[in-house]
């Protein structure tokens, strides 16, 4: 499985992004999937998963009412739609499979996509 994340950059506070996960996967089975993120001098962290087949969701309190993951199955890609971004976003986000729910222990991590929320 490889996993290839996009879409991160520069934005101000109150902001939004949009970051893409194309996953490359062989045969038809599909994974859940999750994002994480890693901010300068801390421990890498779950923000969001989505299941494969259910599609049940779930969040870190953190960004609760503010990002949103979904996922296209037929094209094997996973989002994360930020809202309302805070300096605190800022971080190395990583999406990463398998990852089903908060307690998650992927095994695949993409290269990591860059996000600066200026205040």
């Known amino acids: 499985v490889q996993l290839q994340a996009s879409g991160g950059g520069l934005v101000q506070a109150g902001g939004s992004l949009r970051l893409s996960c194309v996953a490359s996967?062989?045969?038809?089975?599909?994974?859940?999937m999750g994002w994480f993120r890693q901010a300068p001098g801390r421990e890498r962290i779950f923000v969001a998963s989505?299941?494969?087949?259910?599609?049940?969701?779930y969040y870190a309190d953190s960004v609760k009412g503010r990002f949103t993951i979904s996922r296209d199955n037929n094209r094997n890609i996973v989002y994360l739609q930020m809202n309302s971004l805070m300096p605190e976003d800022t971080a190395v986000y990583f999406c990463a499979a398998p990852c089903v729910s908060t307690l998650c222990k992927p095994i695949f991590w993409g290269q990591g996509t860059q996000v600066t929320v200026s205040s």
């Open positions: 996967i062989r045969g038809e089975n599909g994974y859940a």
């Open positions: 989505v299941g494969w087949a259910s599609g049940s969701t």
